[in-house]
């Protein structure tokens, strides 16, 4: 195993295309379709930290701001921002686009808990996380002070 990796070394950008068969009868994209996208980002982010399969266990902060209409881009930015002993948080925000005039908006932005499976599919060590910047080691010890709350009850 890798002694750790930075946040950025393993951030992942996945971009979508909203087709008809995606949306509810507003032309709306559908909240489960969104939620799917996220979940594949995030869970591509935790491949490439722990280079190992992974699964979702919690899922939190899932906002959705503002719809997104159907024929636009969807910009998917996902990038760890803490890891424990098997699990990995990631952030991941959503940014969709207006192919005809170019304007984008932040549309959704959660944070998705995933756990590092090994080939027997039991759950498995993953590399330290190593924050660079001011804004990565904050958002690393917000997650740190959370964890220490959630196993110890709190
Ligand atoms: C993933 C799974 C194997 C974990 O096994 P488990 O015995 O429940 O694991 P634990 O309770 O020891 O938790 C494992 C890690 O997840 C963390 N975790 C557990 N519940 C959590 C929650 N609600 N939120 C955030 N983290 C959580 C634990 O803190 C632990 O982290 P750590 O090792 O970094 O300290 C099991 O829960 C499972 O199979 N869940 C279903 C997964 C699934 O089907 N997902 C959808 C398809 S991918």
Not at 42 to 65: D, K, P, S, Y
Not at 137 to 144: M, T
Request: aromatic content about 6%.
């Amino acid at each position: 195993m890798t002694k750790g990796k930075t946040p950025e070394e393993t951030s992942v950008v996945m971009t979508q295309l909203v087709l008809p068969g995606m949306t509810n009868l507003l032309g709306n994209l559908l909240g489960g379709q969104m939620m799917h996208w996220m979940d594949v980002a995030g869970a591509l982010c935790c491949m490439r930290h722990c280079n190992m399969n992974v699964a979702t266990i919690a899922v939190e902060a899932l906002e959705f701001r503002h719809p997104v209409r159907q024929g636009e881009m969807v910009c998917l930015k996902a990038k760890l921002i803490w890891a424990g002993k098997t699990s990995m948080k990631v952030k991941i925000t959503a940014e969709a686009e207006n192919l005809a005039t170019g304007a984008t908006i932040v549309t959704n932005v959660a944070k998705y808990t995933f756990v590092a499976l090994d080939k027997e599919g039991r759950k498995a060590a993953v590399p330290r996380l190593i924050p660079q910047t001011a804004e990565e080691k904050a958002d690393f010890a917000f997650e740190e002070a959370a964890y220490r709350r959630r196993i110890s009850g709190g």
